[in-house]
């Protein structure tokens, strides 16, 4: 049995040490960290999975603009090395997923491998020019609202209003919690992305 719950600020420094160990410390110097600096991420939809205490798997997201239009940037998502291969990663897209269409964001954005993301709906996004030197062929989208995505091109650029975000909370509300099972048909390929 999992716990999902939101990340908390006590959960940071646990959080980015998952991080690291599933990327390596060089991941910041990535262009998609450019998009983050100084931006707090989307505190309701950045969650972890915990097994018996344990940190197991967490996920976070960003607010970009491509062009006026908002946009969620998914990413990181990790899941501990000795749990790869059990569906964690799958547990936790699903949950935020959920959470996100419930807050009301209608598209998300994340630079990743396509065979992997395309079981959760997302698709190659032509016209959506990711911060150099991203490989076109890694940006991919996904509608939360149907035709959310049509007419949505050019650069991805940082939030201009962060302020309006609001923060990581100090504690989850055990209404924001949930206890997940493991999928009883887990997915192999479930590798750190980034």
């Not at 939101?6 to 910041?28: N, S």
């Not at 991805?156 to 999928?183: F, H």
Request: with cysteine.
């Amino acid at each position: 049995m999992y716990e999902i719950c939101p990340e908390t600020r006590a959960d940071g420094p646990e959080v980015e040490t998952l991080y690291d160990l599933c990327f390596a410390p060089g991941r910041t110097a990535l262009s998609s960290y450019r998009l983050r600096d100084g931006v707090p991420p989307v505190a309701d939809l950045c969650l972890v999975l915990r097994g018996a205490g344990t940190l197991m798997a967490a996920i976070r997201f960003w607010p970009v603009r491509v062009g006026r239009r908002r946009v969620l940037l998914l990413g990181p998502i990790a899941v501990h090395p000795t749990a790869q291969g059990e569906g964690l990663g799958g547990l936790l897209m699903h949950d935020s997923l959920r959470r996100a269409t419930g807050c009301g964001w209608s598209r998300v954005l994340l630079v990743g491998d396509e065979p992997y993301y395309r079981r959760f709906g997302f698709v190659r996004l032509d016209g959506v020019v990711m911060p150099p030197p991203t490989n076109p062929d890694r940006v991919l989208g996904l509608e939360l609202r149907a035709g959310a995505w049509v007419g949505v091109t050019g650069p991805v650029a940082r939030e201009p209003d962060p302020v309006q975000m609001p923060s990581l909370p100090t504690a989850p509300q055990g209404e924001d919690c949930r206890q997940v099972q493991t999928p009883e048909r887990p997915h192999r390929d479930e590798t750190p992305r980034r």
